[in-house]
């Protein structure tokens, strides 16, 4: 008990040294102006971008709105392995999925959270700082289907604008950059890592770097992370960027609503702050960059969107548009768990010892750098993919820690665990060695939905993922599951005692361990997101009746108003979607202002 509480004195020490020394000043607008040229609502991953880049112009004046406060506010922001920390948090939205009728069986109420940032840098305060952009066929499919100008080709100077990659290898190649704001490196790891890289060379993985030519293969985790902190939209291009005139950051501010002329045109925003309803005109462009969920939801609280749906709501019609459609989720599981008989992962006290904060506070490197202690990512091919396409469906997370060994359990309480299902598959573990792989789907053929519950703009939206409803979502998970359990078969596991756990879920227990019928019950059970909410504003060619934006990021039937943010996406990437969402926001400064700041990439 003893070493336990000192351990977390050590690790509270952390958090007071990082507040204390690290801290920037703030440059926050108390009043706002009557009018600006462009008003930029939600300061997240492409909204951050899209006010730095406009900024950039002393002539037009911009206005950003964030309804959360600011990103230092919270002590736990910056320190990479304290990322769960951040979820259910002031920083966080809180959003709740609706009971899924197909999947998250084995959570309370059959629902998921789904954390959002709120604060400045949105959700890149939350998510485990992976770099991970998504397949090159991604953005070739997004081309073919109406989407000019986003092939992969067009995007990956975007990609490059934004980078400083830290890892000399990969900077030599074409694929990345080293003078953007943007800082992507690698972080230090426990041994097991290696273990399980040569596990994964083994049974055929090619290493890779996933941001290269192939994604097809395993990758060391490339992560947004400066010099041991979390290296957030905020942090890479507000904050340098706040010091300009023309650009006022406004925090607690919740836009509820974009304004029209009777001609369509955008003539500003309301938005409340300070318990207070205000107006704000803008003369050029209002930018819409709140999220999956909260640009769909902005857009049909200013009637914009499905008509029997406004009309339900008595929300005068602006443009019939199927806004919140096409809701596309990442899912994962968690059932490849492996114990080890060497002490070579990452416990809970190793983490809080005095040495490992020594280490972070004097050179920012060692386990509290390490983004949720999340080391590796690889990416596969399942059978339902034809064989001459060579993108991937499947994702396989690699974590160099024992889901289980944590004490607090946070992973319970983040993920809504039902108490019971929780302690059958991973309780009294704490404190053991061992490391976890969490399989997961990419190209989900689900569908969901965004849809309002009122016309109260502080009331969350029914949100409905529609998880697993699609068959070959199931047979995919499934086939990732397989590969997670398949590291028990190789040899480099067995040299370090792997042993994956033989804990069967209670609520599958009449199906045959591991058989398809085990997997489908425990995946259905043990439905768990990975934070990609996308695809809510889609974008599409102009005649394209499912699209709500076109190529542009214009938002159709109306003028003046664009959508930047991951709900443009025509179908989610495969990966991890900070980095897309980066891009978005700077391919959409250019658009905005009708210039190009990229070059061809050279072959």
Same mark, same amino acid.
């Given at each position: 008990?003893?070493?336990?509480?000192?351990?977390?004195?050590?690790?509270?020490?952390?958090?007071?040294?990082?507040?204390?020394?690290?801290?920037?000043?703030?440059?926050?607008?108390?009043?706002?102006?009557?009018?600006?040229?462009?008003?930029?609502?939600?300061?997240?991953?492409?909204?951050?971008?899209?006010?730095?880049?406009?900024?950039?112009?002393?002539?037009?004046?911009?206005?950003?709105?964030?309804?959360?406060?600011?990103?230092?506010?919270?002590?736990?922001?910056?320190?990479?392995?304290?990322?769960?920390?951040?979820?259910?948090?002031?920083?966080?939205?809180?959003?709740?999925?609706?009971?899924?009728?197909?999947?998250?069986?084995?959570?309370?109420?059959?629902?998921?959270?789904?954390?959002?940032?709120?604060?400045?840098?949105?959700?890149?305060?939350?998510?485990?700082?992976?770099?991970?952009?998504?397949?090159?066929?991604?953005?070739?499919?997004?081309?073919?289907?109406?989407?000019?100008?986003?092939?992969?080709?067009?995007?990956?100077?975007?990609?490059?604008?934004?980078?400083?990659?830290?890892?000399?290898?990969?900077?030599?190649?074409?694929?990345?950059?080293?003078?953007?704001?943007?800082?992507?490196?690698?972080?230090?790891?426990?041994?097991?890592?290696?273990?399980?890289?040569?596990?994964?060379?083994?049974?055929?993985?090619?290493?890779?770097?996933?941001?290269?030519?192939?994604?097809?293969?395993?990758?060391?985790?490339?992560?947004?992370?400066?010099?041991?902190?979390?290296?957030?939209?905020?942090?890479?291009?507000?904050?340098?960027?706040?010091?300009?005139?023309?650009?006022?950051?406004?925090?607690?501010?919740?836009? =509820?609503?974009?304004?029209?002329? @009777?001609?369509? /045109?955008? !003539?500003? #925003?309301?938005?409340? +702050?300070?318990?207070? $309803?205000?107006?704000?005109?803008?003369?050029?462009?209002?930018?819409?960059?709140?999220?999956?969920?909260?640009?769909?939801?902005?857009?049909?609280?200013?009637?914009?969107?499905?008509?029997?749906?406004?009309?339900?709501?008595?929300?005068?019609?602006?443009?019939?548009?199927?806004?919140?459609?096409?809701?596309?989720?990442?899912?994962? =599981?968690?059932?490849?768990?492996? @114990?080890?008989? /060497?002490? !070579?992962? #990452?416990?809970?006290? +190793?983490?809080?010892? $005095?040495?490992?904060?020594?280490?972070?506070?004097?050179?920012?490197?060692?386990?509290?750098?390490?983004?949720?202690?999340?080391?590796?990512?690889?990416?596969?091919?399942?059978?339902?993919?034809?064989?001459?396409?060579?993108?991937?469906?499947?994702?396989?997370?690699?974590?160099?820690?024992?889901?289980?060994?944590?004490?607090?359990?946070?992973?319970?309480?983040?993920?809504?665990?039902?108490?019971?299902?929780?302690?059958?598959?991973?309780?009294?573990?704490?404190?053991?060695?061992?490391?976890?792989?969490?399989?997961?789907?990419?190209?989900?053929?689900?569908?969901?939905?965004?849809?309002?519950?009122?016309?109260?703009?502080?009331?969350?939206?029914?949100?409905?993922?529609?998880?697993?409803?699609?068959?070959?979502?199931?047979?995919?998970?499934?086939?990732?599951?397989?590969?997670?359990?398949?590291?028990?078969?190789?040899?480099?596991?067995?040299?370090?005692?792997?042993?994956?756990?033989?804990?069967?879920?209670?609520?599958?227990?009449?199906?045959?361990?591991?058989?398809?019928?085990?997997?489908?019950?425990?995946?259905?059970?043990?439905?768990?997101?990975?934070?990609?909410?996308?695809?809510?504003?889609?974008?599409?060619?102009?005649?394209?009746?499912?699209?709500?934006?076109?190529?542009?990021?214009?938002?159709?039937?109306?003028?003046?108003?664009?959508?930047?943010?991951?709900?443009?996406?025509?179908?989610?990437?495969?990966?991890?979607?900070?980095?897309?969402?980066?891009?978005?926001?700077?391919?959409?400064?250019?658009?905005?202002?009708?210039?190009?700041?990229?070059?061809?990439?050279?072959?």
């Amino acid at each position: 008990m003893a070493q336990r509480f000192l351990s977390v004195v050590a690790v509270l020490l952390a958090v007071v040294y990082y507040w204390m020394f690290r801290q920037v000043p703030s440059k926050i607008t108390e009043h706002l102006g009557k009018e600006y040229d462009y008003i930029v609502v939600g300061s997240g991953s492409a909204g951050s971008v899209v006010a730095n880049r406009l900024s950039e112009d002393k002539n037009n004046k911009i206005l950003l709105l964030e309804a959360g406060g600011e990103e230092n506010a919270n002590p736990f922001t910056d320190i990479p392995l304290l990322a769960p920390f951040m979820q259910l948090t002031k920083e966080d939205w809180h959003y709740v999925t609706e009971p899924q009728k197909h999947a998250c069986k084995g959570l309370k109420n059959q629902r998921s959270f789904w954390p959002r940032g709120k604060a400045l840098g949105g959700s890149s305060n939350l998510n485990y700082m992976a770099y991970v952009r998504g397949s090159c066929h991604d953005y070739d499919e997004w081309a073919a289907n109406g989407c000019d100008g986003w092939s992969y080709d067009e995007v990956l100077p975007y990609f490059l604008k934004s980078e400083d990659n830290r890892n000399t290898e990969y900077a030599k190649t074409k694929y990345h950059n080293t003078t953007g704001p943007l800082t992507v490196s690698n972080t230090v790891s426990a041994p097991v890592k290696a273990h399980i890289m040569k596990a994964a060379e083994e049974l055929g993985y090619r290493i890779i770097d996933v941001n290269a030519e192939t994604q097809l293969g395993y990758s060391e985790l490339q992560s947004v992370v400066r010099n041991g902190v979390r290296w957030s939209t905020a942090k890479a291009f507000l904050r340098p960027a706040m010091g300009r005139e023309n650009l006022h950051v406004v925090i607690n501010a919740h836009v =509820t609503k974009v304004l029209f002329n @009777s001609k369509k /045109e955008t !003539i500003g #925003v309301e938005l409340v +702050k300070d318990g207070t $309803l205000q107006t704000v005109k803008v003369a050029k462009e209002v930018v819409v960059s709140a999220g999956a969920i909260g640009s769909p939801q902005l857009l049909l609280l200013s009637g914009i969107g499905p008509k029997k749906q406004l009309e339900k709501f008595n929300i005068p019609v602006i443009a019939d548009l199927p806004v919140g459609e096409n809701l596309q989720d990442h899912l994962m =599981t968690d059932i490849a768990v492996y @114990s080890l008989q /060497e002490p !070579i992962s #990452v416990t809970p006290s +190793k983490v809080t010892s $005095l040495a490992v904060t020594l280490q972070y506070n004097i050179f920012g490197s060692g386990y509290l750098a390490s983004p949720g202690l999340l080391k590796g990512v690889s990416f596969h091919r399942s059978s339902i993919i034809k064989p001459e396409l060579m993108y991937p469906d499947i994702q396989l997370h690699y974590f160099e820690t024992l889901l289980g060994a944590d004490p607090a359990e946070l992973l319970h309480e983040r993920m809504n665990f039902d108490d019971d299902v929780y302690k059958a598959i991973h309780g009294d573990m704490i404190e053991q060695e061992g490391f976890s792989i969490f399989p997961g789907i990419v190209r989900p053929k689900s569908r969901g939905t965004i849809r309002l519950r009122s016309t109260n703009p502080f009331e969350h939206p029914d949100i409905d993922p529609h998880y697993l409803e699609h068959p070959d979502d199931v047979k995919t998970l499934i086939e990732a599951v397989k590969l997670s359990i398949g590291f028990a078969k190789s040899e480099a596991m067995k040299k370090i005692g792997a042993k994956l756990t033989d804990r069967a879920l209670p609520q599958c227990s009449q199906h045959q361990l591991w058989s398809d019928e085990y997997l489908e019950c425990y995946v259905r059970h043990i439905t768990l997101t990975i934070y990609h909410p996308s695809g809510t504003c889609k974008m599409g060619s102009s005649s394209d009746p499912t699209s709500v934006v076109d190529p542009k990021l214009r938002v159709k039937g109306v003028r003046g108003l664009r959508v930047a943010d991951a709900s443009i996406m025509h179908n989610v990437v495969a990966g991890n979607t900070n980095a897309p969402s980066i891009m978005i926001g700077e391919k959409a400064a250019d658009l905005i202002r009708g210039i190009k700041t990229v070059k061809p990439v050279k072959s």
